[in-house]
């Protein structure tokens, strides 16, 4: 990527960037079955980029016990969560499950022994990805 931003071409660099974030966040789309809620893959997908695979299983699964689901909450994104997790998106709808969602990043990142240092960039992000999320429903 420095190569191509040093030659001038930043597009492909862009583009770069891009596939590289799709092709390390690819389970989350597993997770979902479909690309029918492109906002709740958008918030899921940035969470694990930034936070990884195991983090961002906990705040689904917190997400999913909102409404009921009684999940064991241990990261692990199997065949139980996948399924709650489509239920829940088709009798809430992508919206409602997004709040919920935006809640649980939200306190995951107030109780990281770092959010003193860099709770309000956090809190930041997750309101800025909480907004294209809901410009994508």
């Known amino acids: 990527l420095k190569a191509l931003l040093d030659a001038g071409r930043r597009e492909e660099a862009w583009e770069g960037c891009l596939q590289y974030v799709l092709d390390n966040t690819a389970a989350v789309r597993s997770w979902l079955g479909s690309d029918a809620f492109p906002g709740v ?49 088709a009798a809430t709808g992508e919206a409602v499950f997004l709040v919920g969602l935006q809640e649980k990043r939200q306190a995951f990142y107030r109780l990281c022994k770092q959010f003193p240092t860099f709770g309000k960039g956090w809190l930041n992000r997750c309101d800025d990805a909480f907004s294209v999320a809901r410009s994508l429903i």
């Open 41 to 89: 893959e958008f918030i899921l997908r940035d969470h694990y980029f930034n936070s990884g695979s195991r983090n961002t299983g906990k705040i689904l699964q917190r997400a999913l016990n909102i409404h009921g689901a009684g999940l064991v909450v241990d990261g692990i994104v199997g065949p139980k969560t996948r399924q709650e997790l489509q239920d829940q998106l």
